[in-house]
């Protein structure tokens, strides 16, 4: 061994050292320079060559990269090891753990009712349907005057209905029918309209009973409109429900605004023989609707002589429980994360 080689492995041993002490990335980034670095020690062994004796040139050229390479890795290792330190200790301090995945950024949906609001609204407006709205506070004149409702009829009755206080009678609307009397006072017939919305209805609550829900009030107006014509728009209107075709059967119904009224049920859609759903009958309760009553149209400015029309009142809130196999209409207004978040 020359002292050349003596030399190199005391600067060497003492550059591992210094590496090794290294505690934090500036005190190694030092190191890195004052033995690795332009004017470092390594550079100057490597100016010293063109000085030394031929002959020993090779040798002392070898012995500083070898060198060079030594330090070079002990450095990378040092870095990488300086690293997980630093991680680990952020993990168990106050700092926080780079390694975990983001929080759960918590993303907004629609509700239930609007998707399937909006569905219908697309389904209507392709079979050529305004969409309407109506004000919620109404005046007591839409609400049930100009639907027929008498001032001694039983739907008018306080248990059902929210008045509002003040000199001219407002109520919350107790359904969306109010707004057939507006679409005819708006649109020149032959029109077709539907008004999605909210009701309101003084009640007390239970599964089945909310005091807060949706309709989707529909509406057409045309010349010798039958009981044919709403038999068919119904089906097309289920088909676009349910995605598939479905039988339905009227049953008299009474309401004041239509004469002749129905009930129409649809075959229950979910099985053949008797669910829940459909409380074991293989029918389910959905539509009510008739003709136009002669004294509506009257009411909306309209000549019965001249224009018939039918009329339908969707419960959208039970639309809405019946596709989804919810059982229990309060949850829809809840405004439970848990209950909106499988939506
Ligand atoms: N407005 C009625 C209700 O809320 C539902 C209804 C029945 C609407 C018959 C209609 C209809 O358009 O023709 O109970």
């Known amino acids: 061994m020359s002292t050349h080689d003596l030399n190199h492995e005391a600067l060497a041993a003492e550059a591992l050292a210094r590496i090794g002490a290294a505690n934090n990335a500036e005190a190694l980034h030092a190191a890195e ?18 000085s030394l004796p031929p002959a ?9 990269n070898q060198i060079k390479g030594r330090l ?8 990488a090891w300086l690293e997980t330190q630093a991680i680990e200790s952020d993990r168990q301090g106050l700092g926080f753990d780079p390694t975990l995945p983001p929080p759960r950024i918590d993303m907004g949906g629609l509700h239930p009712i609007t998707q399937v609001t909006r569905e219908l609204e697309d389904l ?5 349907y305004h969409i309407l709205d109506g004000p919620e506070v109404e005046r007591d004149y839409y609400n049930f005057e100009a639907l027929n409702i008498p001032a001694d009829h039983p739907a008018r009755d306080s248990q059902d ?6 000199d001219h009678p407002l109520v919350l609307r107790t359904h969306t029918s109010p707004v057939q009397v507006r679409a005819m006072e708006r649109l020149k017939p032959p029109f077709r309209a539907v008004a999605p919305g909210k009701v309101f209805r003084q009640e007390s609550t239970d599964a089945s009973h909310e005091h807060t829900f949706h309709q989707m009030e529909g509406l057409v107006v045309a010349k010798d409109v039958s009981v044919g014509h709403l038999i068919g728009a119904m089906k097309t ?14 049953r008299p119904g009474y309401f004041p605004f239509v004469e002749p009224g129905f009930e129409l049920d649809a075959r229950c859609p979910f099985c053949q023989t008797g669910c829940s759903v459909c409380k074991r009958s293989t ?11 002669p004294a509506v149209l009257r009411a909306g400015g309209i000549d019965p002589e001249e224009w018939s029309g039918f009329a339908f009142g969707l419960g959208l809130s039970r639309l ?12 829809l207004l809840s405004g439970d994360l848990r209950f909106l978040e499988q939506f």
């Open 72 to 79: 070079q890795a002990a450095i990378d290792e040092r870095a």
């Open 124 to 128: 209507f407006a392709s079979m050529g």
């Open 320 to 331: 809405v429980m019946l596709r989804y196999g919810i059982d229990d209409v309060r949850h």
């Open 56 to 64: 020993d040139r090779g040798a002392a050229g070898k012995a500083a």
């Open 33 to 50: 320079r004052e033995f690795l670095g332009k004017s470092g020690v390594v550079a100057s062994l490597l100016a010293q060559i063109p």
């Open 161 to 166: 209905t929210f008045y509002c206080k003040g």
């Open 237 to 250: 209107l289920l088909a676009g429900i349910f995605g598939k075709q479905v039988e339905v059967r009227l």
């Open 283 to 293: 029918w389910i309760e959905l539509l009510p609707c008739g003709l136009v009553h």
